[in-house]
C-alpha cells in the first residue's frame, strides 16, 4: 500500500517508517528537515513540506492511499498549544485536493478533560495538569475530525509512551479515552511506541475503528 507518514522523524513516526517498510508498503515520509531521517530504501521517499500549508502538502499526498500521522507538539505554561488542529485542517484540506480519504493519527489517553477522574493520583493531580494544554489541543483536533464527513479517519490513543520496539503482546482496545477494567479504572499506563506503530499500521486494511477513536494499551 501507498503510505504518507507524518512525523516521521519523531519517536514513534520512526517505528512506523521502519515497520512499514518491513511489511512492503511503499513510504512517503513527510518532514520538515529530510536529514534528520537516516533511513534508505527502495521503497522509501522522504520529502520536504510545511505541515501547516495545503500547497505545501498536496503535491506529496498525490497517489497516496493512507496517510498515517504521528505529529507531535510541546507543551507550553504560556500560551495555547495549537500545532494539532492547524495541523489536521491543512492536511484534511490537502488530503481533499489530492483525493486521499483515509488517515491514521495519533493522540492520547485522557484527551476529554473529564476523562481522567478514575486515574492513578500522581498522573490525574501531577502528570495531567502538566501536558493539559497539549490534551486540550489534541481533543480540539479530535472535535474538528468529528465534524469531517468525507474522510475516513481514525484517532488511536496510547497512553504513556516508552521507547521500546514493537512486541507481539495482545491489544487491548476501548472506544473512548483510556482502557478501563471492570471498576473503570484505567489498565495500566504505558505502552512500547513500537507497539503504537504496529496498531497504527494493523489499521491500513481494517475498517473497524473508521470515524472512531480508540485507546488501546498491550496486555
Known amino acids: 500500500m501507498k503510505i504518507a507518514v507524518l512525523g516521521a522523524t519523531g519517536q514513534t513516526g520512526q517505528f512506523v517508517v521502519s515497520q512499514a517498510l518491513q511489511q512492503g508498503h511503499i513510504v512517503t515520509a ?4 529530510p536529514a534528520k531521517l537516516d533511513v534508505r530504501h ?28 504521528c505529529l507531535g507538539f510541546p507543551t507550553s505554561f504560556f500560551s495555547s498549544v ?14 481533499r485536493e489530492a483525493r486521499v480519504n483515509r488517515i491514521i493519527t495519533m493522540t492520547s489517553w485522557y484527551t476529554d478533560p473529564n476523562s481522567g477522574t478514575q486515574s492513578p493520583y500522581l498522573i490525574r493531580f501531577l502528570l495531567l495538569p502538566m ?18 464527513d468525507d474522510i475516513n479517519w481514525t484517532v488511536v ?44 499500521l494493523s489499521l491500513l486494511n481494517n475498517n473497524a475503528w473508521v470515524k472512531k477513536g480508540v485507546a488501546i494499551i498491550t496486555k
Open 30 to 33: 513527510v518532514v520538515r528537515d
Open 42 to 69: 527502495d521503497n522509501l521517499k522522504v520529502v520536504e513540506a510545511n505541515i501547516f500549508s495545503v500547497d505545501s502538502l498536496k503535491p506529496h499526498f498525490r497517489g497516496v492511499e493512507v496517510i498515517v500521522s
Open 82 to 95: 495549537t500545532g494539532y488542529t492547524l495541523s489536521m485542517m491543512a492536511v484534511t484540506g490537502a488530503m
Open 131 to 148: 501536558i493539559r494544554s497539549v490534551l486540550t489541543n489534541m481533543f480540539e483536533m479530535e472535535q474538528f475530525l468529528q465534524s469531517v
Open 157 to 200: 490513543r496510547p497512553p504513556g509512551l516508552k521507547n521500546l520496539p514493537s512486541s507481539a503482546l495482545e491489544f487491548l482496545t476501548h472506544e473512548g479515552y483510556c482502557v478501563p477494567d471492570s471498576s473503570g479504572r484505567p489498565v495500566g499506563s504505558t505502552i512500547g511506541r513500537g507497539d503504537v506503530a504496529r496498531f497504527m
